[in-house]
C-alpha cells in the first residue's frame, strides 16, 4: 500500500529525513515514533504530496510522490489528521465536514449520508449546528476525525492523533483507531506516546532522521533488548555471582539483592542459574524474565543513536 | 497553469464568505467606509450647494475628483479581508488540512482571492449607484441634467476600481507569507494607499487632471502592476513555501 525508498528531504544543510526505506501493506497500522525534530510530520508530508522530497521515492496505492498528476490522485485517496486539528471555528461542525467533503468532490447524496454517519458515530450529530469554536479539545479532535474520514480514504495519516488530550479523550481517539483498524484501513500514526503505539500499532518504525529500528513492538522488544532474567536473593555474594559467571553468562547487573543476568534463552538457562544459586548457598526470593516495554526499547535506541 | 477546477474555486470563496459575514468587524470595515463615502460625500455637496454661494461650475472639478475616493476604497477594504482570509488560515491552524485536499495551489490561492474580491467589488457598485443617485438628486436642480454616470465615472467605477482592488488583494498575499497576525498583515497592507493618496493630492494641486485619458492611464498602470504583483504571490502560494517558509 505505501513503499517508501530512500527517501531523503534537506531544507538547506539539516537533514530532516534521511535515506528513509520502508513497506506498509494494506490494512496495517504502523507507528512512527521518534522525538521532536525527528523528521516524522517531515515523512507524513511528503507522502501526502504536501511539500516535496529531495531525493528517493515514495508509492501509495500505486501513485507515485514523483508524478504531479499522481499528487493530485494521491491527495484523493488519503486522509490527513494533522497535530493542529485546524478546523474552522467559526463555521458549525456540519459545514467543516460539508467544505472539506465538497473539495473531496464527494456526490452530494453521499456527501450527506457520510456526513450524518461520521458525525453519529462520534456522537456530534446533536452538535451538529453548532460553532466549533465553542467545542472542547475532545470534540475538536473527533470533528477532525470525522473531517479526515469523510470522503472515504483508502490510506490515513494521523500525526501525533491524541497530544494535548486528555486522558479521556485520548482513550476515545485510541478506542476509535482501533475500531477504524478493524475496518481494515491502512493507517500511518506519528507518535511518541509509546504506550499508544504498543497498543494500537501492527509494527513500529523508530525514526530519528533515519530509521534506527523496525518490526511488531514484539519483534523489537526481543531483537532490540534480548532476554534478561531477573533473580531476587537474599543477598548476592561472590560465590553466586562466580558460579553464574561460570555457566557463560558475563553480563549481570546488580541492584542491592536484584541481578539481572543477560540469557539466550530463560527456558533453558534459568534452571541451571537457580541451582548455581542454590548450590552457593543463596536463597531464591523470586525469579522472572524480564519484559521490557516499547518505551525500554525506544530510549535504549534513541540513546545509542544520539 | 493547471486546469482549474471551478468548483473547487467556488468552494473555496463561498466558505471564506461565509466566515467573513460573521466576522462582524470585517463586516463593519466593508460596510462603513463605503457608506460614509457614497453618503457623506452627496450630503457635502448638498450642503454647499443650497448654502454657499458658490457657482454651481466651480463645484465640477470637486465632484470629478470626489470619484477618485472609490479608488481609494477599493484599494484599502480588501486589505482588511484578504489580511483575515490568508493570515486567519494560518493563525487558525486550517492551511495544512486544506493544503492535503486535491485542489491545486492555484484552485486556493484563486478562491481566496475572489472570496476577497467579490465581496468588495459589490459594495463598490453599491455604494457607487447610490452616490450617484443622490449626488444627481443633490446637484439636478442646479447643473440642469444629471452628471452622474459621466465616462471618467464609469472608467473608476468599471475599471480603476476592480484592478485597484486585484492589487491590494495581491499585495495582501504576498504580505500574508511574511507575518503571523491579522492586524499587522492589514497595516503593512495599508501602504497599497499611498500611491492613491498621493494621485489624489497630485490632482487636488492641479499638477494632474482626472480625466478619462488619465483615468484609462491609471488604469493601464494598475494592469501592470497587477500582472507583476500576481507572479509574486504565485510563486509565494505555493504548498511547500506555504508549509516550510511562511512564518
Excluded at chain 1, 85 to 112: H, I, M, T, W
Aim: glycine residues 4%.
Amino acid at each position: 500500500m505505501i513503499k517508501i525508498e530512500n527517501l531523503t528531504k534537506r531544507f538547506g544543510n539539516l537533514i530532516a529525513v534521511d535515506n528513509l526505506s520502508l513497506q506498509i501493506e494494506e490494512g496495517e497500522v504502523f507507528g512512527l515514533l521518534g522525538p521532536n525534530g525527528a523528521g516524522k510530520t517531515t515523512t507524513i508530508r511528503i507522502l501526502c504530496s504536501l511539500i516535496s522530497k529531495t531525493s528517493g521515492t515514495a508509492i501509495l496505492n500505486g501513485l507515485s510522490i514523483d508524478n504531479k498528476k499522481d499528487c493530485l490522485e494521491i491527495r484523493k485517496t488519503i486522509g490527513l489528521l494533522p497535530e493542529n486539528v485546524g478546523l474552522y471555528e467559526g463555521l458549525s461542525a456540519y459545514k467543516n465536514l460539508d467544505f472539506f467533503a465538497k473539495l473531496y468532490q464527494c456526490p452530494e447524496n453521499e456527501r450527506k449520508e457520510r456526513i450524518e454517519y461520521y458525525l453519529k458515530m462520534l456522537d456530534l450529530w446533536g452538535k451538529k449546528d453548532v460553532t466549533v469554536g465553542t467545542f472542547s479539545k475532545g470534540m475538536k479532535q473527533k470533528l477532525a476525525i470525522a473531517r479526515t474520514l469523510v470522503h472515504e480514504p483508502k490510506i490515513l495519516f494521523m500525526d501525533e492523533p491524541t497530544a494535548n488530550l486528555d486522558p479521556e479523550a485520548t482513550k476515545m481517539v485510541r478506542d476509535f483507531i482501533l475500531d477504524l483498524k478493524k475496518e481494515k484501513r491502512t493507517i500511518f500514526l506519528n507518535t511518541h506516546m509509546l504506550d499508544e503505539a504498543e497498543r494500537i500499532c501492527d509494527r513500529v518504525g523508530i525514526l530519528n532522521t533515519h530509521l534506527i529500528a523496525i518490526g511488531s513492538p514484539d519483534e523489537l522488544r526481543r531483537s532490540l533488548w534480548g532476554k534478561k532474567t531477573v533473580v531476587m536473593v537474599d543477598a548476592v555474594t561472590d560465590r553466586i555471582l562466580k558460579g553464574i559467571k561460570s555457566l557463560g553468562f558475563e553480563k549481570i547487573v546488580i541492584d542491592n539483592n536484584k541481578m539481572t543476568i543477560d540469557v539466550n534463552d530463560p527456558h533453558h538457562d534459568n534452571p541451571s542459574i537457580i541451582r548455581t544459586i542454590q548450590d552457593a548457598g543463596g536463597q531464591i526470593q523470586t525469579i522472572s524474565d524480564l519484559v521490557p516495554s516499547l518505551e525500554d526499547v525506544y530510549l535504549k535506541e534513541i540513546r545509542r543513536n544520539e | 497553469m493547471s486546469k482549474l477546477n471551478r468548483k473547487n474555486v467556488w468552494t473555496i470563496t463561498t466558505k471564506d464568505i461565509g466566515l467573513f459575514i460573521k466576522k462582524k468587524w470585517i463586516l463593519y470595515s466593508a460596510l462603513i467606509l463605503p457608506l460614509i463615502i457614497s453618503i457623506g460625500l452627496p450630503i457635502i455637496v448638498w450642503y454647499i450647494v443650497n448654502h454657499r454661494a458658490v457657482p454651481i461650475q466651480l463645484l465640477f472639478p470637486v465632484f470629478t475628483a470626489f470619484s477618485f475616493f472609490f479608488i481609494i476604497l477599493s484599494a484599502i477594504i480588501p486589505t482588511v479581508i484578504a489580511s483575515y482570509s490568508f493570515v486567519g488560515e494560518k493563525t487558525e491552524k486550517t492551511l495544512e488540512p486544506l493544503l492535503a485536499t486535491p485542489t491545486t495551489d492555484d484552485e486556493i490561492l484563486l478562491g481566496k482571492s475572489l472570496a476577497a474580491f467579490l465581496p468588495v467589488i459589490l459594495m463598490i457598485f453599491l455604494s457607487a449607484v447610490i452616490f450617484m443617485v443622490l449626488m444627481d438628486i443633490f446637484t439636478f436642480a442646479k447643473v440642469g441634467y444629471l452628471f452622474f454616470p459621466n465616462w471618467i465615472f464609469v472608467i473608476i467605477i468599471l475599471l480603476d476600481t476592480p484592478l485597484a482592488c486585484v492589487m491590494s488583494i495581491e499585495l495582501s498575499v504576498i504580505i500574508s507569507s511574511r507575518v503571523n497576525d491579522i492586524r499587522s498583515a492589514q497595516q503593512l497592507a495599508s501602504v497599497v494607499l499611498v500611491p492613491f493618496l498621493l494621485l489624489y493630492l497630485l490632482t487636488e494641486f492641479s499638477v494632474i487632471t482626472i480625466d478619462v485619458n488619465t483615468m484609462l492611464i491609471i488604469a493601464g498602470i494598475l494592469a501592470l502592476i497587477d500582472i507583476f504583483l500576481f507572479l509574486i504571490s504565485r510563486a509565494l502560494f505555493r504548498r511547500e513555501e506555504i508549509l516550510t517558509k511562511w512564518k
